[in-house]
């Protein structure tokens, strides 16, 4: 996971001008434009990084709500999946992996 | 008898702007191009991609005179996967100083990811600022999601202008359109 700074420090050797679409014309941003744009990006790009390194390992973030939600679905299915799950494996099985998901995404 | 067709433009919506990008630009920006003339409008993004490999989302702000209109943006949303059980209602998200079109992370990976969408805005209006979105789009995970959302910004301003932009890096190519369609 890079921080801000690592962010600031690529973006800036990948972009060393910037440019913005105003009424279909290119302007280059100006320096004090182009120093906020990439601290913007920068702040983005480090705070994505924070919610993709919870999603892989688990733990709590502000968004724990999306995220327990997508990271749930993959792991226990839909709900006819759930049901085909407590079908083929019984209810004590099935409380088992979704305690799994549950402890792994913890409220903020 | 008359009816909405025949007393309203004809139905005929009037391209005011293409904006096709050809080179990567951090934001794409329209200045002036609302006034009284309508209504109501339409914006088109065609096949918008970014830059940066993964973990992006596009933003939307409205602007006024040439500067961005900040305060907090609501935003409901309806989004479903084409290919997967992947699906929801997600209400009462709110962002400051922008709006998110997209909640699934994009960027450039083999699948093509790109965002199409259709963008039905109310600028001129004294009351709140209203919008509605129907985008279509590829995210990170492969998945292709439909996603209807509602944009607000309590805010009373008649605006004449918008911006889009990606969360981080630039938007590589697409096109954006506007058409006037109600007077």
Redesign the interface.
């Known amino acids: 996971m890079a921080t801000k700074e690592e962010?600031i420090t690529r973006?800036k050797n990948e972009?060393g001008t910037?440019?913005?679409?105003?009424?279909?014309a290119?302007v280059q941003?100006t320096t004090d434009e182009y120093n906020a744009?990439i601290d913007?990006?920068?702040t983005?790009?480090a705070a994505?990084?924070a919610k993709?390194t919870v999603i892989t390992d688990g733990g709590s973030h502000a968004d724990y709500?999306?995220i327990r939600?997508?990271a749930y679905?993959k792991a226990v299915?839909?709900i006819p999946?759930q049901l085909d799950y407590i079908y083929h494996n019984g209810l004590d099985a099935w409380k088992v992996k979704i305690k799994e998901v549950k402890d792994k995404y913890t409220k903020p | 008898m008359s009816n909405y067709l025949g007393v309203e433009n004809k139905g005929n919506p009037v391209l005011l702007?293409k904006?096709p990008?050809s080179?990567?630009?951090?934001?794409?920006?329209?200045?002036?191009?609302f006034d009284d003339t309508f209504s109501e409008y339409w914006v088109t993004l065609y096949d918008i991609t970014v830059s940066?490999a993964s973990?992006i989302?596009v933003y939307f702000k409205w602007r006024n005179s040439g500067s961005d209109i900040t305060g907090t943006y609501y935003r409901d949303q309806i989004y479903a996967s084409m290919n997967?059980?992947?699906s929801?209602q997600?209400g009462n998200a709110t962002y400051t100083d922008y709006n998110a079109l997209t909640?699934f992370?994009f960027g450039t990976d083999a699948t093509r990811e790109a965002l199409n969408s259709i963008m039905y805005l109310f600028p001129r209006t004294a009351n709140m600022k209203f919008a509605i979105h129907d985008n279509l789009y590829t995210a990170d995970s492969s998945n292709t999601y439909m996603s209807y959302l509602f944009n607000v910004l309590d805010d009373t301003t008649k605006v004449d202008g918008f911006s889009i932009y990606p969360?981080?890096?630039?938007?590589a190519s697409g096109e954006v359109c506007i058409y006037g369609y109600k007077k």
């Open positions: 962010h973006l972009n910037l440019k913005k679409n105003v009424n279909g290119e941003l744009q913007e990006w920068a983005n790009a994505q990084d993709d709500k999306a939600k997508d679905i299915g839909d999946d | 702007a904006n990008i080179s990567a630009v951090s934001s794409i920006t329209f200045d002036g191009i940066a973990g989302q997967s059980a992947n929801g997600p909640d992370s969360s981080s890096g630039n938007i």
